[in-house]
């Protein structure tokens, strides 16, 4: 940890390892917060949420008022979300999607749907309220549907096109979207459970374990941790390896996130190894790891935020967000629940695409994650499915649009 400063301000670098030490602190200190206030774990608020955005205001108020910038050294964040998204992977067995295969196709289908309906809003409403129709598409499909990563992208390409101020908009608006996502996407999904008194259980629930899951009435050794860790890394590096050979054959609008290339090839294995018992999983350990993974990844992204960046934002910039929130809610509620027929995993799935929609797809997990966590039942469909189709489908048809919209509004 260092004190520099850099153009007359005072600015703390914090290398890794005390950044992994206060996200872990952060972490805790969001479980203790949420367990004395009882309206968060009511409205399934994840304690990464409580506790990164704590620090992440704490940041932006030392900085406002020019006392000290915080510089934090995230590198430990890209291993944490890659051991998340390898152990939903191993959880991914095949046998627990045949019953509802159709809630993938329906779910890609509508973050489809959302990626032109976000963009035909943030347009309408740019040209109504005076202000270059691009730039409405940057508070719209492109930073909400798409996050930071689009946003960063497609930025600069507009304005190379001649939309000033496009790379300022796009990120402060996905800014936007990680942060009210992160709040909205939990209590959305768990009102539409209680509110259509949705019975509590998966489509997963009588199907029988594989071998790999039986006999787990011994303790965890550290062998068997390390058997697991090993296999864990294994995958997170095979995934890293396959989105880059993914990126050198230049298909045009897809790629593959390191993360989902793990989780991909860990859904893989897991199948295979279902039928030829090559490895002896215990559900346990994955749990562990993966709850692990979720929370240290999380609150760094949280805790970093640039929560300044929202102060920038124009008044009618804030009117094309809270409308493409409101949108967001009707079109959830009111299409997306009931076409995945009003059951648990459509609840799930339901608040998951909430945070997805004005998030991204980490920010799916970790709503879904505190609505199972109060129910005490995990729908693995929809781990499996959201991050699926919120991070690598969804661009196939996304990035397209908003390539079309930006030749034809610049």
């Not at 760094?300 to 967000?321: F, H, N, R, S």
């Not at 991204?360 to 199972?372: E, H, K, L």
């Amino acid at each position: 940890m260092d004190l520099v400063q850099v153009d007359g301000m005072n600015v703390l670098q914090i290398d890794l390892i005390m950044t992994a030490a206060i996200a872990g602190l952060l972490l805790v200190l969001g479980y203790w917060v949420r367990k004395k206030v009882p309206i968060f774990e009511r409205l399934c608020i994840p304690p990464a949420v409580i506790g990164g955005f704590l620090c992440a205001f704490m940041i932006t108020l030392l900085k406002l008022t020019k006392v000290l910038e915080v510089e934090m050294d995230t590198t430990l964040q890209l291993p944490f979300m890659l051991a998340f998204f390898t152990c939903v992977g191993f959880g991914g067995s095949f046998r627990l999607l045949k019953a509802g295969g159709w809630l993938l196709i329906i779910y890609l289908v509508a973050t489809w749907i959302l990626s032109v309906v976000q963009a035909g809003v943030g347009i309408s409403l740019a040209k109504f309220l005076g202000i270059n129709p691009v730039l409405g598409l940057m508070a719209g499909t492109v930073s909400l549907v798409g996050g930071h990563g689009n946003a960063a992208a497609f930025g600069p390409v507009a304005e190379k096109a001649g939309v000033v101020g496009a790379t300022t908009v796009a990120v402060a608006s996905a800014t936007y979207g990680l942060v009210v996502g992160s709040f909205l996407g939990g209590p959305v999904g768990d009102w539409l459970i209680k509110r259509n008194h949705v019975q509590i259980e998966t489509d997963e629930v009588g199907i029988n374990p594989t071998e790999t899951e039986k006999n787990q009435s011994h303790p965890i050794t550290s062998a068997s941790f390390l058997h697991h860790l090993a296999l864990i890394f294994l995958f997170m590096a095979c995934g890293t390896l396959f989105s880059k050979f993914i990126g050198l054959l230049n298909l045009p609008n897809f790629a593959v996130p390191a993360y989902v290339g793990a989780m991909f090839l860990a859904i893989i294995f897991r199948n295979v190894n279902d039928h030829y018992l090559f490895f002896t999983f215990d559900s346990r350990i994955i749990d562990l790891v993966t709850d692990i993974g979720l929370g240290f990844f999380l609150t760094m992204a949280i805790m970093t935020l640039k929560v300044w960046e929202l102060i920038d934002l124009a008044g009618p910039l804030i009117i094309i967000l809270l409308v493409q929130t409101v949108v967001l809610f009707f079109f959830v509620i009111l299409l997306l629940f009931p076409m995945l027929k009003k059951n648990y995993d459509a609840g799930v799935l339901s608040g998951g695409f909430m945070g997805w929609g004005l998030g991204i797809a980490a920010t799916a997990v970790v709503c879904m994650s505190a609505i199972c966590e109060k129910y005490q039942v995990r729908s693995t469909k929809a781990f499996l499915i959201a991050p699926l189709c919120g991070a690598v489908f969804v661009d196939v048809f996304a990035i397209p649009t908003i390539i079309f919209c930006i030749a034809t509004f610049s």
